[in-house]
């Protein structure tokens, strides 16, 4: 009996040694953005990324509940174009991105006013235990 449970503990140490986990975090923080009244909107972010961050994911819900959708906006992220309102095929979209140590995310709105759009940028934080 001692044996087996011996034979077991050391199993459970010798294959739980190499284990990791993995967290999803926000990298530019969920910000809504909502387009005024008159001439079109550009919000602009900035944000870091950690290195132990990868696998980089831009999340997009147009409106609330699909009410109150920006009908043209477009999303740049360092300069490049990732999404536009001609891409949205559903109300919520995610883009697989890629990012550098310092990034810039600007947020373009056009239409009508009072409409919304909430944008995150994510990534994994995968750590070895």
Known sequence: MKRKLLVGLAAMVFFGAGTAWAQVV??????????????PATFTET?????????????VQNGNNAKDEVKNFTILLNGQEVLSSR??????????????????????LK???????????QGTVVEKK
């Open 47 to 59: 944000f870091a990324v950690p290195n132990s961050v990868t696998d980089f994911v831009l999340y």
């Open 26 to 39: 926000s990298l530019s923080g969920t910000h809504q953005y909502t387009k005024p009244q008159g001439a």
């Open 87 to 108: 891409h949205m095929t559903s109300s919520k979209i995610q883009v697989p991105v890629t990012l550098l140590p310092e990034n810039t995310l600007e947020v373009t």
């Open 111 to 121: 239409g009508q006013g009072g409409n919304s759009l909430f944008v995150d940028v």
